[in-house]
């Protein structure tokens, strides 16, 4: 499912997620255009600092996600375990705890508080010679694969 550009969309389409489906875990993945051959793991969502307008030209009341939410929210799976277990043809793969403060990390926080952590976010570069949709997808399968069984093993 492709996510809008927008605080209040992102946010609605996140809880309908959560709500509708009822998933195990949601795995989002967003583009970061400044990584030029780099997947970034990404280990929490922030909950404030929201300050940079969106596509409608809006920001989120208070700069926040969740006004009554706690100040970050850590997802279940750990990313930095992942980060050192795997690697992918082509493309380097990093470990971060700090997604930004845009659309990206408030759809994480927000899926992390409705999933009661049980959410991942995969910052992806745009595609180029260099990575190539192909090479995208086989890394992305890896990583997804690896982080359910690691979810899986959790609950074990």
């Known amino acids: 499912m492709q996510l809008p550009v927008v605080y209040q969309k992102a946010k609605e389409q996140v809880f309908k997620i959560w709500m509708t489906l009822q998933p195990l875990l949601t795995v989002h993945v ?3 255009p400044s990584a030029k051959a780099l997947i970034i793991l990404e280990q929490c969502g ?11 030209g809006f920001h989120p009341e208070g700069g926040c996600c969740m006004l009554d939410g706690p100040e970050k929210i850590e997802s ?10 795997i690697s992918v ?11 930004g403060r845009y659309i990206c ?3 994480y926080y927000t899926s992390l508080y409705h999933g ?11 595609l180029s010679k260099g990575v ?3 090479c995208l997808g086989k890394a992305l399968q890896t990583i997804i694969l690896e982080m359910l069984k ?5 609950r074990d």
């Open 30 to 32: 967003g583009l970061a």
């Open 46 to 56: 922030k909950n404030k600092g929201y300050q940079e307008m969106d596509a409608c």
């Open 76 to 85: 279940t799976i750990n990313m930095k375990t992942l980060w050192k277990n």
């Open 89 to 99: 043809e082509g493309i380097d793969i990093i470990f971060s705890r700090d997604a």
């Open 105 to 107: 990390d408030f759809t």
């Open 116 to 126: 009661n952590g049980r959410a991942a976010f995969i910052h992806v570069p745009p």
């Open 132 to 134: 190539t949709a192909d």
């Open 150 to 154: 690691q979810w899986g093993e959790e």
